[in-house]
T-cell receptor, first 117, second 113 residues
Framework: AQTVTQSQPEMSVQEAETVTLSCTYD???????LFWYKQPPSRQMILVIR??????QNATENRFSVNFQKAAKSFSLKISDSQLGDTAMYFC??????????????FGKGTHLIIQP | DAGITQSPRHKVTETGTPVTLRCHQT?????MYWYRQDPGHGLRLIHY???????DKGEVSDGYSVSRSKTEDFLLTLESATSSQTSVYFC????????????FGEGSRLTVL
């Protein structure tokens, strides 16, 4: 079984600052996906970024980037130039590729990120 | 946005009553999931389906059953609701490891008194 750990229950930063959210995971799988999802107060789950384990290059999406360290089983999310709209719960998630991904995502407990004006 | 509709969106019920939540998709995705979200626990998988009439248990399946008689519909049933099942329930759909990504419904808030 896989486990995903987010060690920061809550973080608060000033608008325009850079913030890094931590995520570690435990798995015996070699081929998998990692994700960061955002959940604003509207409760909608929104995909922020995806990383495939076989790709060494870190994924980036505009102001969002990851630091993927496969050997260390670490997958942190960096948000640059943070904006008020980034205030949300952020979930790290794991999907193994064996089995076709039928059993879905395993989530961490989440980090509540607050962007202060 | 992925075509996923959950119903009802809000429900208040009493302990011991049966409850059914419905998830309907228009994307023809093979895989469908039910998660529950509770403070301090993130999202936890209840049951999932990998095809019509093909379902399996997730991490927190006790007290829940599911059915999928059509590709587009995935039902979650609480046969006899308990207060510990008060939660927000999310349906999700996906294409497995083709993309990995899951698309989520808007959630259903269930309160069991």
């Amino acid at each position: 079984a896989q486990t995903v750990t987010q060690s920061q229950p809550e973080m608060s930063v000033q608008e325009a600052e850079t913030v890094t959210l931590s995520c570690t995971y435990d798995t015996s799988e070699n081929n998998y996906y990692l994700f960061w999802y955002k959940q604003p107060p509207s409760r909608q789950m929104i995909l922020v970024i995806r990383q495939e384990a076989y790709k060494q290059q870190n994924a980036t999406e505009n102001r969002f980037s990851v630091n993927f360290q496969k050997a260390a089983k670490s997958f942190s999310l960096k948000i640059s130039d943070s904006q008020l709209g980034d205030t949300a719960m952020y979930f790290c998630a794991f999907m193994k590729r064996s089995g076709g991904g039928a059993d879905g995502l395993t989530f961490g407990k989440g980090t509540h990120l607050i962007i202060q004006p | 946005d992925a075509g996923i509709t959950q119903s009802p969106r809000h429900k208040v019920t009493e302990t011991g009553t049966p409850v059914t939540l419905r998830c309907h998709q228009t994307e023809n995705h093979r895989y469908m999931y039910w998660y529950r979200q509770d403070p301090g626990h993130g999202l936890r998988l209840i049951h999932y389906s990998y095809g019509v009439k093909d379902t399996d248990k997730g991490e927190v399946s006790d007290g829940y059953s599911v059915s999928r008689s059509k590709t587009e519909d995935f039902l979650l049933t609480l046969e006899s609701a308990t207060s510990s099942q008060t939660s927000v329930y999310f349906c999700a759909i996906g294409q497995g490891t083709l993309t990995g990504e899951l698309f989520f419904g808007e959630g259903s808030r269930l309160t069991v008194l």
